[in-house]
């Protein structure tokens, strides 16, 4: 990877795996995210039963110091409860950041927004194509879901593709295994 000219915004040119976009220098930690990747995953959570599901996630340079994040998943499974192949299931939308951290390494920020009454702030590490995100702050509205906690961890792995897995404490159970999914790479 290559900083190339920094612009008088700061910005930088930045060669990821397939593309070249016009990134922040302060993300450049995250230039392998950049681009829209699909795929499937699985999830569970004690007192549900297992479940594939689909998704999408776009994560967007513009120039500013932030990567826009927008993530949307559909049912994939046999039909069940109500819900049938493709139906939509979940999304999140939000924001990516990089700060210096104390100790002169990147810290992560990451800011997420879900539509069924849930605001997350993560703190983390990037260390290479690993990031390490941990809960700084959830809100909640009344009728949410008793989420208290969760963890997520993002990474690229063999044929770089783009994994994660979130773990998450709710409704009074301890933390455990929620979601799961590979994504390989649509578009830059």
Known sequence: MSAGKRSAAGSARSDTATST?????????????????RGEGVGGYEGLDGFHYGQ?????????????????????????????????????TGFWRVQPGEDGKPVVEVMLAH??????????????????????????TATA???TRSVR??????????????????EGKPMQSHLSARLHRVSD
């Open 145 to 147: 879901r008793d989420v």
């Open 56 to 92: 999408e996630i776009t994560f967007a340079a513009d120039g500013r110091p932030a990567l826009g994040y927008v993530s949307h998943t559909w049912w994939a499974d046999e039909p069940r409860d109500g819900r049938e192949p493709g139906s939509p299931l979940a999304t999140e």
């Open 21 to 37: 976009v016009d990134l922040h220098a302060s993300l450049l930690p995250l230039a392998f995210l950049v681009g829209t990747w």
């Open 153 to 170: 961890l993002y990474g690229l792995v063999e044929g770089c593709d783009l994994a994660y897995a979130i773990d998450m404490e709710a």
């Open 115 to 140: 539509p069924f009454g849930i605001a997350e702030i993560y703190v983390g590490t990037v260390t290479g194509t690993r990031i390490d995100l941990d809960h700084n702050v959830l809100i909640r």
